[in-house]
């Protein structure tokens, strides 16, 4: 991908430091709106020659070209309070193991820290909920506002329907603190403007069942989804 991909798939030649740099600040950045000056003043801090934001852009560009990197557009749904929504794309990789080649880690230093392991294990559950919903003909968003109320996945079907998703590595506590986002920004849903969600979900990374809790959120884990 560095040292020739990049370049091939439109003819430009590209410096590939540079390319590793833009793969390394993606990778950090990844499952955030981080903008393109954030992500053009991480790669300028290490380049001895100048560097423009449209130079960043282009490169960016070309990683869409040759599926490595894949935005995830903001969900803008009907809500009761007028909470300005966040409206800028959220960074992920296509795959979650380049991301992870890009900073140079194994498993051992993902078990070692696991919020780092718990952004490409997000990243992980989108490239699969991206998967899924495409065989239904629906499209996934991602939702955030400025009083800090998020919700890492919504998928959404052509016919309007469509679930709201937490991403959880796993754990009581964890599945928890993501049901109980889940049912706060459901409360904030206008429903008599638009439908209301057809279902709750904490996607998680451990067990080997998925489950329905009293409160009707479902916990999933990641492997069930094929069933």
């Given at each position: 991908m560095v040292k020739s991909d990049i370049s091939r798939v439109d003819g430009v030649k590209r410096n590939p430091d540079r390319v590793r740099r833009l793969m390394c600040s993606y990778a950090r950045n990844q499952g955030t709106p981080?903008?393109?000056?954030?992500?053009?003043?991480?790669?300028?801090?290490?380049?001895?020659?100048?560097?423009?934001?449209?130079?960043?852009?282009?490169?960016?560009?070309?990683?869409?070209?040759?599926f490595v990197v894949e935005n995830m557009a903001a969900w803008n749904p009907n809500l009761r309070s007028r909470t300005?929504?966040?409206?800028?794309?959220?960074?992920?990789?296509?795959?979650?193991?380049?991301?992870?080649?890009?900073?140079?880690?194994?498993?051992?230093?993902?078990?070692?820290?696991l919020k780092t392991f718990g952004l490409f294990f997000e990243t992980l559950c989108v490239r699969d909920l991206r998967?899924?919903?495409?065989?239904?003909?629906?499209?996934?968003?991602?939702?955030?506002?400025?009083?800090?109320?998020?919700?890492?996945?919504?998928i959404h079907l052509r016919n309007g329907s469509y679930g709201l998703i937490e991403i959880k590595l796993g754990?009581?506590?964890?599945?928890?603190?993501?049901?109980?986002?889940?049912?706060?920004?459901?409360?904030?849903?206008?429903?008599?403007?638009?439908?209301a969600p057809a279902f709750l979900m904490?996607?998680?990374?451990?067990?080997?069942?998925a489950y329905r809790r009293k409160d009707g959120v479902y916990v999933v884990p990641i492997g069930c989804l094929k069933d």
């Amino acid at each position: 991908m560095v040292k020739s991909d990049i370049s091939r798939v439109d003819g430009v030649k590209r410096n590939p430091d540079r390319v590793r740099r833009l793969m390394c600040s993606y990778a950090r950045n990844q499952g955030t709106p981080a903008s393109l000056s954030t992500i053009h003043k991480d790669i300028a801090a290490n380049d001895a020659d100048s560097l423009q934001e449209d130079t960043v852009f282009s490169y960016i560009n070309a990683l869409k070209k040759i599926f490595v990197v894949e935005n995830m557009a903001a969900w803008n749904p009907n809500l009761r309070s007028r909470t300005s929504i966040r409206t800028s794309d959220t960074r992920y990789y296509v795959d979650p193991s380049i991301g992870i080649a890009s900073l140079g880690l194994g498993p051992g230093d993902l078990m070692s820290d696991l919020k780092t392991f718990g952004l490409f294990f997000e990243t992980l559950c989108v490239r699969d909920l991206r998967v899924f919903a495409d065989a239904l003909d629906g499209k996934i968003y991602h939702y955030r506002d400025k009083s800090g109320q998020e919700c890492d996945a919504v998928i959404h079907l052509r016919n309007g329907s469509y679930g709201l998703i937490e991403i959880k590595l796993g754990g009581d506590d964890l599945i928890e603190e993501g049901a109980s986002a889940l049912k706060s920004f459901q409360n904030k849903i206008d429903t008599d403007k638009m439908k209301a969600p057809a279902f709750l979900m904490v996607l998680t990374a451990t067990g080997q069942y998925a489950y329905r809790r009293k409160d009707g959120v479902y916990v999933v884990p990641i492997g069930c989804l094929k069933d």
